[in-house]
């Protein structure tokens, strides 16, 4: 059993700064794939960023330059640091763990809120 638990979200301003993190608990293997995805009202749910194992990064066009993804020292924690904020950054952000077997779990997702 994995677990995932995101944590960071709330209220900012655009051109504001948050901070997201997951932390993993359960049967985990060192060698996995962790990213960020997220989901506005009426969206599909996209992917943010991505961090591999050897800690190769990547991002998808519309966050590149704003956001940061990265790893805690363990590599079962996984950071979003979101700066510049823009109101269409408002989404539910869920972190993403794939094992190196090919399962797949999520978080249950925290809320990120950019509005004057």
């Known amino acids: 059993q994995v677990q995932l638990v995101e944590s960071g979200g709330g209220l900012v301003q655009p051109g504001g700064s948050l901070r997201l993190s997951c932390a993993a608990s359960?049967?985990?293997?060192?060698?996995?794939?962790m990213g960020w995805y997220r989901q506005a009202p009426g969206n599909q749910r996209e992917s943010v960023a991505g961090i591999s194992s050897s800690g190769i990064t990547s991002y998808s066009d519309s966050v590149k330059g704003r956001f940061t993804i990265s790893r805690g020292n363990t590599r079962t924690t996984v950071y979003l640091q979101m700066n510049n904020l823009k109101p269409e950054d408002t989404a539910v952000y869920y972190c993403?763990?794939?094992?190196?077997?090919?399962?797949?779990?999520w978080g249950k997702g925290t809320l990120v809120t950019v509005s004057s």
């Open positions: 993403n763990l794939i094992l190196r077997d090919g399962r797949n779990f």
């Open positions: 359960g049967s985990i293997f060192l060698l996995n794939t």
